[in-house]
Nanobody, 124 residues
Framework: QVQLVESGGGLVQAGGSLRLSCAAS????????MGWYRQAPGKQRELVAA???????NYADSVRGRFTISRDNAKNTVYLRMNSLKPEETAVYYC??????????????????WGQGTQVTVSA
């Protein structure tokens, strides 16, 4: 079983910064693209940032220039540095990973894995 464990969420004032971390563990053959999503109450879950295994990144327009996604492949960990946070960015932030895992025969199969989510609260 592959698990994603997030850390770094919490309470911050508007204009402040947080860094989220997400570590993947388990029987992982290959860790492909990883990303961060967020979901505020009453709203759809949205992509915040994503990063490929090679380090190519993609950002939501609303966070580009303020957030930075990065990864450490040796640690199976993805990070999200969030600067100049706004109250409207209060949400549960979820880590996501596209993971290839060994099956019973030793082949690989793809799994889309989600973390439990971590609360980020930005106060005015």
């Amino acid at each position: 079983q592959v698990q994603l464990v997030e850390s770094g969420g919490g309470l911050v004032q508007a204009g402040g910064s947080l860094r989220l971390s997400c570590a993947a563990s388990g029987s992982i053959f290959r860790l492909n693209a990883m990303g961060w999503y967020r979901q505020a109450p009453g709203k759809q879950r949205e992509l915040v940032a994503a990063i490929t295994s090679g380090g190519d990144t993609n950002y939501a327009d609303s966070v580009r220039g303020r957030f930075t996604i990065s990864r450490d492949n040796a640690k199976n960990t993805v990070y999200l540095r969030m600067n100049s946070l706004k109250p409207e960015e209060t949400a549960v932030y979820y880590c996501n990973a596209d993971v290839d895992v060994p099956d019973y025969e030793g082949d690989v199969e793809g799994h889309d894995v989600w973390g439990q989510g971590t609360q980020v609260t930005v106060s005015a």
